[in-house]
Structure formats: structure tokens, C-alpha cells
């Protein structure tokens, strides 16, 4: 592994804790779907600047199945495919798709019709160990899934060894500078336990108390990390640009309300058990209400990565010897 890469391994994290994550979350996560269903918007607007017809299509980390209509419609042709390790997410897509649902009420006839005839086939696994032959589509999506992932640097190896040649990745994840905002409040929390250790008068049971090593934020990975994983697995053209969206909250409980629903840290659920949990879920609230803007309210800020990129023609096998195709043969001994 690269060293560039070293810091997208998160080593306290593995797809099981993952799975368990958003296996709790699966019920309430409607409730935050904005944030990727605005992110699939933007992805559809980068889409219509791509010239592709696929007919066979896999949504990695498909979740509850909110794009499946949409991609479905635009390519009307295709297959849809879904994976996701959580398997209570999946158990949502059939609602979400049932004749009775609003959802598809909305849809057009012709995709309301494929819908109720042919369910998307459903997978429950690890879009980094993906259970499918080589070469099985023609286009991978996935919508703020990537960040999940453990070993971001493995996924885009995969990704490469199912697609056919020529086709198309397209992914939306999380930058750095997310939720920088809950980065600062619970720094700051952290300065505030560790200078209290530091007052012989201090009256500890007073004093929020510091968090486990494994409460805080996940580390997202750069886009120029991205970037060069994607070469380095295969692929060739990508395009990576960045973009941020700030979501504003009346109160610093519902800021924190969403972000459990997101899953973004995941690795606090215990935090909240208990007194000390209380008390350190107050000291975090105290925290991001000193960072309360002018206008009253307070923000969250996302860093939005897109990325595409497609399947280059294999140049060279597993054991590292060149492949020359036989037209490139002919054309060097016709140039000799």
C-alpha cells in the first residue's frame, strides 16, 4: 500500500461495526435522505455532460434505494443492480417501491409498470469484496457511500475489476472538511478536560469527562488521494472536483440528532449511556452553541467530492507482462 494512502485506513473501524451502525439507523434514516438526494441531483446534472448506455448498472452502497427510480428511468434499457452491507437498509427498498408508496405514484407510467413487474436484484455485502464476475457492468454508481468504507484504497480495485472496459464509475463521498464544525466543538472539549486535569482545585465529577479513544468524527479521505487511487487501480480520465453545502439548525440537539441519523460518528454510540455519556453529550452542545452565527442559527458544513472515471483498456496482466493487441502488432511492421 501507498503511504499517500495511509491515512484513508481507519483501522477502528471494520464493514461489520459498519453494518451494525447503519442497521440501527435503517428505520429513522429517511429523515436525512435530503442530504443524498440532493447529492444524486448534483450527480445526474454531472451525468448529463457524459455520453454512456449502459445495460447493466450497479449502485454501490445502494442504502434504502433512493436512486434506483432515477436511474432506472434515465436508463430505461438497463439492469439495475444494489449492494449494501446493511441488510435492514435493503429491507426498505421494497417499501420504498411498493405500489402504495408515494414514491412511485410519481413515476412515470412505463417505470411504474418495471417497477412492480421486476424488483432491483438486491445484494447484502461489501462493495469491496463484490460477489460478481469480471466485466459484469457497464456502469458503477454510488452515492456518499465511499467514506464508509475502511480501505477506500481496495474499493477502487474492485470497482475497476467488475466493470468492462470502456465503462464508466461515478461517485459522490465525503472530504476533510466535513463536519468541521463538530471537529472544533469536540477539540475544544478535549483543551477544556485536559487543562481541568491540570488545576489541583478542579472538581472533577463537575467536569465533562474526556470521551474513549474511539469517540469522535471518522477521518475522510482528500480528493487528490482519490484521484491517484483511481489511477493507480486501473482506470483512466478521471475528473474529481469538490464542492461545499452547509446545513443550518435552530439548536445544537438537532444538529447532533441528524448526524447520529447519518451515522457520521459512529463510534460514540456508547457516549450517551450513562451519566458521563450526559454530561459529555451537554459539554459537546455547549460546545457548538458558542459557534452560533449572526443569524441565529447553526451550521454543519459538508465537503462534497464527485469523481468519475473510466475503465482503460488492460495494458499489462497480474504477473506484469505487457499485452499488445494484434493491430498494434500489424501497424508497427507496417511502419518498419
Known sequence: ??????????????????????????????????????????????????????????????????????????????????????????????????????????????????FTARRPPLVQGDFGALPFAPAAFDL???????????????????????????????????????????????????????AAAGQVAARPVLNPPPGPPDRGVIAFTDMHDFGDMLVNSGFEVPVMDVERLTVTYPSAEKLLADVRRWGAYPFADRAFEGLAGKRWRAALCTALERARRSDGTLALTFELVYGHAWKAVQTMTPEGHAIVRADQIGGRRGRA
Open 140 to 194: 458503477i454508481w454510488s452515492n456518499l457511500a465511499l467514506h464508509w468504507h475502511p480501505r477506500p484504497h481496495e474499493v477502487f480495485p474492485e470497482w475497476n475489476r467488475v466493470l468492462k472496459t470502456g465503462g464508466l464509475l461515478m461517485f459522490s463521498t465525503l472530504g476533510p472538511d466535513s463536519l468541521k464544525e463538530l471537529r472544533a466543538a469536540l477539540a475544544e472539549i478535549g483543551s477544556d478536560n485536559r
Open 1 to 114: 500500500m501507498s503511504s499517500s494512502y495511509t491515512d484513508s485506513v481507519r483501522p477502528d473501524a471494520d464493514i461489520r461495526r459498519i453494518t451494525r451502525i447503519f442497521d440501527r439507523r435503517a428505520a429513522s434514516f429517511g429523515d436525512v435522505a435530503f442530504l443524498p438526494r440532493e447529492v444524486a441531483q448534483r450527480m445526474r446534472e454531472r451525468l448529463d455532460y457524459i455520453k454512456v448506455a449502459p445495460t447493466t448498472v450497479l449502485d454501490a452502497g445502494c442504502g434504502r434505494g433512493d436512486d434506483f427510480a432515477s436511474l432506472a428511468e434515465r436508463f430505461a434499457q438497463s439492469t439495475v443492480f444494489g449492494i449494501d452491507a446493511s441488510g435492514r437498509m435493503l429491507s426498505h427498498v421494497a417499501s420504498l417501491i411498493a405500489p402504495a408508496s408515494g414514491l412511485q405514484r410519481l413515476l412515470p407510467g412505463a417505470i411504474r409498470d418495471r
